[in-house]
């Protein structure tokens, strides 16, 4: 063999070691297969142990359902993107930092292509490091519902889950978009008067006949389904819909409610299929027209659901998609705090309240310190083929949901909503100044002209894609 020959084999099989010996992960971009379009699954219990508090009472018994935290990375062309849904109430402020830098992590990817969101039940964990830390601060000692070393356990688990998933991902060749009407669930919760006011709120669960006999109101009564296939098997079937998930709560056991039971169901009929189910902006809707309360509404609120579900997955029109069809667009935004949030009154009731007293103060004054702080929200979109899922923080009016898909209706769009828990609820201009429980001091943390912000923002995503 010349010389010549064997120093260039030499060489080459050198290199070829010191890319195997490399603790340097090989690019997805590198590979042969950079138009391949690849899914991971993760999903892991975040079900808080005996004696520990969820949002509103300690957890006395864990029943046959668990709560999940669950999703997908999608793997391909550009860096990956995760979605990800958790049976908790709320994710806020540093704690929702938190999930999306850990899931970046674990993905190979950054937190800003990364959305967070919960479901919102409410037997069930919130979660809040800004708060955490005040209360640390002001020399608490029982943390109640914001001491988080629970969540940090899960966080833990989580970044392990994904690690895990991306190494297993799986080719997509389809994806698919299908719509179902829900039908007796969703109402809306203001009740406007003569005046133009609200005169009641028809809570999710509401045992009064005549504010049940109302009209369903404002409400979006599509369930959207987004599936990603390899050949005629759905790997991931992503599901959303928009209404309060509450049947009925403060039992101290923890549930995953109606749609976590629908999402079940789902899983029992198609169980190599991994269902996740995302709330839309459900800010201002829950099932009260059709909860009175009654325990065995939950079920039948529940088959609703799994009805939809089962439906939308059904006429879901497939089509073929590799990486190249995936897009991914974010806008960071600066959302108003509401002008009634005082920073000094809040510190001076930290500094002096009972710790029995510790109600929304420190979730209040986080909120209002990251917004002076410069901090930006990120409001995103998946584009997958002509589908569009934003994603939007707080407990958001189904106004936003509504106005999205009338922005592009040659579109097939769906919003995630309830993702950083910071803002609290997120009414319309006009709502600030109807009364009503959703927009007053207690539960929104935001100025009336947040509604410009976010529909700029909305606008510029659907466009951007």
Same mark, same amino acid.
């Given at each position: 063999m010349p010389i010549f020959v064997r120093t260039l084999l030499a060489i080459c099989g050198c290199l070829v070691l010191s890319l195997v010996a490399s603790d340097q992960p090989v690019a997805a971009n590198d590979s042969s297969e950079s138009d391949g379009l690849r899914l991971a699954r993760f999903d892991i219990d975040v079900t808080p142990p005996l004696g520990s508090e969820m949002a509103y009472d300690p957890v006395r018994r864990v029943d046959e359902l668990t709560l999940r935290c669950r999703g997908i990375v999608l793997q391909g062309g550009e860096q990956p993107i995760v979605l990800c849904a958790v049976d908790w109430i709320g994710i806020a402020n540093e704690s929702h930092d938190a999930f999306r830098q850990r899931l970046a992590e674990a993905a190979g990817t950054t937190a800003d292509r990364v959305a967070?969101?919960?479901?919102?039940?409410?037997?069930?964990?919130?979660?809040?490091?800004?708060?955490?830390?005040?209360?640390?601060?002001?020399?608490?000692?029982?943390?109640?519902?914001?001491?988080?070393?629970?969540?940090?356990?899960?966080?833990? &688990?989580?970044?392990?889950?994904?690690?895990?998933?991306?190494?297993?991902?799986?080719?997509?060749?389809?994806?698919?978009?299908?719509?179902?009407?829900?039908?007796?669930?969703?109402?809306?919760? &203001?009740?406007?008067?003569?005046?133009?006011?609200?005169?009641?709120?028809?809570?999710?669960?509401?045992?009064?006949?005549?504010?049940?006999?109302?009209?369903?109101?404002?409400?979006?009564?599509?369930?959207?389904?987004?599936?990603?296939?390899?050949?005629?098997?759905?790997?991931?079937?992503?599901?959303?819909?928009?209404?309060?998930?509450?049947?009925?709560?403060?039992?101290?056991?923890?549930?995953?409610?109606?749609?976590?039971?629908?999402?079940?169901?789902?899983?029992?009929?198609?169980?190599?299929?991994?269902?996740?189910?995302?709330?839309?902006?459900?800010?201002?809707?829950?099932?009260?027209?059709?909860?009175?309360?009654?325990?065995?509404?939950r079920m039948k609120l529940a088959m609703r659901v799994d009805d939809a579900m089962e439906r939308a997955l059904a006429e879901a029109k497939r089509f073929p998609v590799t990486a190249k069809d995936i897009g991914w667009e974010s806008v960071a935004v600066a959302l108003p705090p509401a002008p009634h949030l005082d920073e000094q009154k809040l510190r001076t009731t930290l500094a002096s309240a009972q710790e029995s007293e510790f109600l929304g103060a420190p979730a209040e004054l986080a909120w209002l310190l990251r917004c002076r702080s410069g901090h930006k929200v990120d409001v995103s979109c998946l584009a997958v083929g002509d589908a569009r899922v934003l994603h939007l923080p707080g407990e958001l009016f189904v106004e936003y949901q509504l106005a999205a898909k009338k922005m592009r209706p040659e579109l097939n769009v769906a919003m995630a909503a309830y993702g950083d828990y910071g803002p609290g609820y997120i009414g319309t201009e006009v709502a600030y100044s109807q009364g009503g429980y959703e927009t007053s001091q207690r539960a929104s943390k935001v100025d009336k002209s947040v509604e410009k912000i976010l529909m700029d923002a909305i606008g510029q995503l659907l466009e951007a894609q």
């Open positions: 967070v969101h919960c479901l919102h039940q409410h037997d069930a964990p919130r979660c809040d490091f800004t708060a955490e830390q005040l209360l640390h601060h002001y020399g608490a000692t029982d943390l109640g519902s914001l001491e988080g070393s629970f969540a940090r356990e899960v966080l833990d &688990r989580l970044g392990d889950a994904v690690t895990r998933a991306v190494q297993d991902s799986q080719p997509v060749t389809h994806a698919g978009f299908g719509v179902a009407e829900v039908e007796k669930v969703a109402s809306n919760r &203001r009740l406007l008067g003569p005046d133009g006011n609200v005169y009641a709120t028809r809570y999710t669960t509401c045992r009064d006949p005549k504010l049940r006999a109302e009209p369903e109101g404002t409400i979006d009564p599509e369930l959207s389904c987004l599936v990603f296939y390899q050949d005629d098997a759905p790997l991931a079937c992503l599901t959303y819909y928009a209404c309060h998930p509450q049947s009925y709560y403060r039992t101290g056991v923890p549930s995953p409610d109606f749609p976590g039971i629908a999402r079940f169901m789902r899983g029992q009929d198609l169980p190599e299929t991994l269902h996740v189910h995302f709330n839309g902006a459900g800010g201002n809707l829950g099932a009260g027209k059709y909860n009175d309360g009654s325990k065995e509404n």
